[in-house]
């Protein structure tokens, strides 16, 4: 019983991380597509940091670098000029290897990270995923707990991965940029796998635009509005 608890727990903490990652960090702080209550973005910051370690400014910084370099030098992890094996199996590389560089956070996340709680809490990415790991073992024990923990976490890696090697190497374009979109894939990844829309209009909040394309995370949007917590800012017309 203890296996299965951890692998709803594994599946739920994944999707929740996946979505989080796509509505505050992509949407809302990259693109600036919406705006969350600050109570919600707080608990959606905290979450990544304890499951995932990220630190936003970082986030911010690689994905902007993206957007100004797609499948150009300068691209963080381009499948076209990497590989698409090595983005797959190595995107957790690049990423750390772009992140790391002060100049790079400077120049495309200067309006990110500098309130009190990310210069003395969410600074320490190491730190929240150890707590996160207690967390796990409390829950489900010492041994399944800190399996579970791993899996999630290299599950929600493998995904983002995933967006960013197979969203700009196999799919339909309906634009014309060097992305691609994957039904399939945006079903699993809170609707990250309509790259190619997103690339023709970083800044909408939705990312899917014909009735044949499903973003989950835009559904999650439309609810947190009527609830009066998030407010999209710019939407881009259906195709």
């Not at 590989?83 to 996340?109: C, D, K, S, W």
């Not at 399944?144 to 290299?154: E, P, Y």
Request: net charge positive.
């Amino acid at each position: 019983m203890t296996w299965l608890y951890a692998l709803a727990l594994v599946v739920i903490t994944v999707q929740l991380s996946i979505f989080f990652t796509s509505i505050y960090l992509h949407r809302c702080l990259t693109h600036r597509a919406l705006v969350l209550h600050p109570g919600l973005a707080f608990f959606m910051r905290s979450y990544l940091w304890l499951l995932t370690g990220i630190l936003p400014k970082e986030w911010v910084a690689v994905h902007r670098k993206h957007h100004r370099y797609p499948d150009q030098q300068g691209d963080p992890h381009s499948p076209k000029l990497k590989g698409l094996g090595h983005v797959l199996l190595g995107n957790a590389y690049y990423y750390v290897r772009e992140a790391r560089q002060p100049e790079i956070q400077t120049r495309f996340a200067p309006d990110i990270g500098n309130d009190w709680l990310d210069r003395r809490v969410f600074c320490y990415g190491g730190v929240g995923p150890l707590l996160g790991l207690f967390l796990f073992m409390l829950l489900l024990g010492p041994l399944v707990g800190a399996l579970a923990f791993v899996v999630q976490a290299g599950v929600y890696i493998f995904l983002n991965a995933v967006i960013n090697g197979i969203g700009h190497a196999v799919g339909y374009q309906s634009f014309q940029n060097t992305a691609t979109n994957l039904r399939s894939v945006a079903w699993i990844t809170a609707g990250e796998g309509l790259h190619n829309n997103h690339h023709e209009f970083p800044t909408s909040a939705r990312f899917s635009l014909r009735r044949t394309e499903f973003d989950p995370a835009w559904l999650v949007i439309r609810l947190l509005r009527v609830l009066r917590l998030a407010r999209p800012l710019h939407v881009a017309p259906p195709a």
